[in-house]
């Protein structure tokens, strides 16, 4: 089975991010991740008001891509 590697991010109008943070095979880093949403190179697996909200998102999607 494979899972998601994802990082939730805070970006610059106070809403976090969450997006994958290995894609085919390459893990980044956050700057990288921040500039690939800011490049339009990356699009977010979800977008939050609040870091509760974007890590319970985070859980779910992982454990939704487990089974």
């Given at each position: 089975?494979?899972?998601?590697?994802?990082?939730?991010?805070?970006?610059?109008?106070?809403?976090?991010?969450?997006?994958p943070?290995?894609?085919?095979?390459?893990?980044?880093?956050?700057?990288?991740i921040?500039?690939?949403?800011?490049?339009?190179?990356?699009?977010?697996?979800?977008?939050?008001?609040?870091?509760?909200?974007?890590?319970?998102?985070?859980?779910?999607?992982?454990?939704?891509s487990t089974?």
């Amino acid at each position: 089975m494979s899972h998601e590697v994802s990082i939730t991010i805070k970006i610059d109008d106070g809403l976090w991010v969450n997006a994958p943070s290995k894609i085919k095979g390459k893990r980044y880093t956050e700057k990288q991740i921040r500039n690939k949403l800011i490049n339009n190179t990356l699009k977010a697996t979800s977008v939050h008001k609040s870091l509760t909200a974007a890590l319970k998102a985070a859980k779910k999607r992982s454990n939704a891509s487990t089974k």
